[in-house]
Antibody
């Protein structure tokens, strides 16, 4: 069955970076787009960006809010995508989810990872 | 950016009762590109409805979605114990996908 399995919880200090992984299984990795979505405590969900793994050079697109701070990469040999967020602030404390869509545009998330809690605290 | 407002924030009901959840958009959601998800503590969100009214694979028929334009509804005809959870909507008709803040359905 389709699974997106994320790495474990992380604690970072302000100004540091964090890298979260999402390992896909149960489907053809290059056939679906992968996104990152976050949810801060008591807040709603927020879309961060998309990776298109269908191309040889996987293209990415980021929400304007995260431009310059987020970097999404992939390792096709392990069907894993990564999201690195830098210059962390306390407001980045959130649960980070990966989720997939069939297309890049008007497509809904059909499967999600279990979430990774990132805590930013001095 | 399309803002989605869900109401009520919390719905207190008993098993067997009907639940009606609302998701209102700040502007029209093109072609009813609206989805509903269920989320339980510590679990990944689960897709229930897409295209405003189409049930995802394996979703019981007690879940139904309706609406168009700016007003959408998720209905649960008879609440089962496993249905008590948080539900949120997603619009995917614009380049920036946005979410509602969620409705918690709790046991009365």
């Amino acid at each position: 069955q389709v699974q997106l399995v994320q790495s474990g919880a992380e604690v970072r200090k302000p100004g540091a970076s964090v890298k979260v992984s999402c390992k896909a299984s149960g489907y053809t990795f290059n056939s679906y787009y992968l996104h990152w979505v976050r949810q801060a405590p008591g807040q709603g969900l927020e879309w961060m960006g998309i990776m298109d793994p269908t191309l040889r050079n996987a293209t990415v697109g980021y929400a304007q809010k995260f431009q310059g701070r987020v970097n999404m990469t992939r390792d096709t040999s392990t069907s894993t995508v990564y999201m690195q967020l830098s210059s962390l602030k306390s407001e980045d404390t959130a649960v980070y989810y990966c989720a997939r869509t069939r297309g890049s545009g008007r497509a809904y998330f059909d499967y999600w990872g279990q979430g990774t809690l990132v805590t930013v605290s001095s | 950016e399309i803002v989605l407002t869900q109401s009520p924030g919390t719905l207190s009901l008993s098993p067997g009762e009907r639940a009606t959840l609302s998701c209102r958009a700040s502007q029209s959601v093109s072609s009813s590109y609206l989805a509903w998800y269920q989320q339980k503590p510590g679990q990944a969100p689960r897709l229930l409805i897409y295209g405003a009214s189409s049930r995802a694979t394996g979703i019981p028929d007690r879940f139904s979605g309706s609406g168009s334009g700016t007003d959408f509804t998720l209905s649960i005809s008879r609440l089962e114990p496993e249905d008590f959870a948080v539900y949120f909507c997603l619009q995917y008709g614009s380049s920036l996908r946005t979410f509602g803040q969620g409705t918690k359905v709790e046991i009365k």
